[in-house]
């Protein structure tokens, strides 16, 4: 069996979408178990000195723009630069793939398809019914998660999780946690495979 990872994300962060599709083959090619671990990123830049994308400066928020679409062209990876949805309230997906985590190893896969319907399909991430019908396309029974999603305990687990996080000081998203070690950013993605290899 392979490594443990700890993967730390934003289900409404793109450059986490820009990096799921090559992390996923990474854990499956050497065989290593993910924590999938959706975070609240409002309390852990607010711990970590981070500002949300709304609140930066212009010039800040102009780069990422393009920083986005470069690593769009080089990855080859559809990305919608300005979703409608966006920013978008992440706590109905985030309960949403803890309530599929629960369930056992799809949680993966529902992850890069939330992320997938925001960034390329142009979706509201935070309506219900849009949820239900990415979640069915993954292969969960739509209705079913999406009542187990709805439970009071899945909310304080989204919040031990960001308490995880913000005690193990992540501080962006992704962030890919492996022996102790973390590797921040999509970018970071071929030295976090040396590391699942070593």
């Known amino acids: 069996m392979g490594k443990t990872v700890d993967y730390y994300f934003s ?3 793109p450059w986490t979408y820009l990096g799921s ?4 083959d990474m854990v499956r090619r050497n065989q290593s178990t993910v924590n999938v671990m959706p975070v609240d990123y409002t309390r852990v830049f607010a711990a970590s000195g981070g500002t ?5 400066a212009h010039q800040r928020r102009a780069y990422r723009q393009v920083e986005l679409a470069r690593w769009q062209r080089r990855l080859g990876i559809p990305l919608t630069l300005e979703p409608r949805f966006y920013p978008v309230d992440r706590r109905p997906a985030s309960y949403l793939l803890i309530a599929a985590r629960r ?10 398809a939330i992320l997938r319907a925001i960034w390329h399909e142009d ?3 935070a309506d219900w019914d849009t949820l239900m019908e990415v979640a069915e396309r993954a292969g969960f029974e739509r209705r079913a998660l999406a009542e187990a999603a709805q439970d009071p305990s ?7 999780d960001t308490d995880r996080a913000i005690t ?3 501080f962006g998203a992704p962030t890919y946690a492996v022996d102790g070690e973390f590797f921040w950013g999509q970018d970071r993605l071929d ?8």
Do not use: P
Not at 103 to 112: K, M, N, P, T, W
Not at 154 to 160: M, S
Not at 191 to 198: G, M, R, V
């Open 191 to 198: 030295f976090f495979e040396e590391k699942l290899t070593s």
């Open 168 to 170: 193990a000081q992540v």
């Open 103 to 112: 369930q056992g190893a799809r949680a993966l896969d529902l992850s890069h």
């Open 123 to 125: 979706k509201n991430i």
């Open 154 to 160: 899945i909310v304080r687990e989204y919040e031990r």
């Open 52 to 56: 949300l994308f709304q609140e930066r």
């Open 11 to 13: 289900v409404a962060s």
């Open 21 to 24: 599709a090559r992390f996923i």
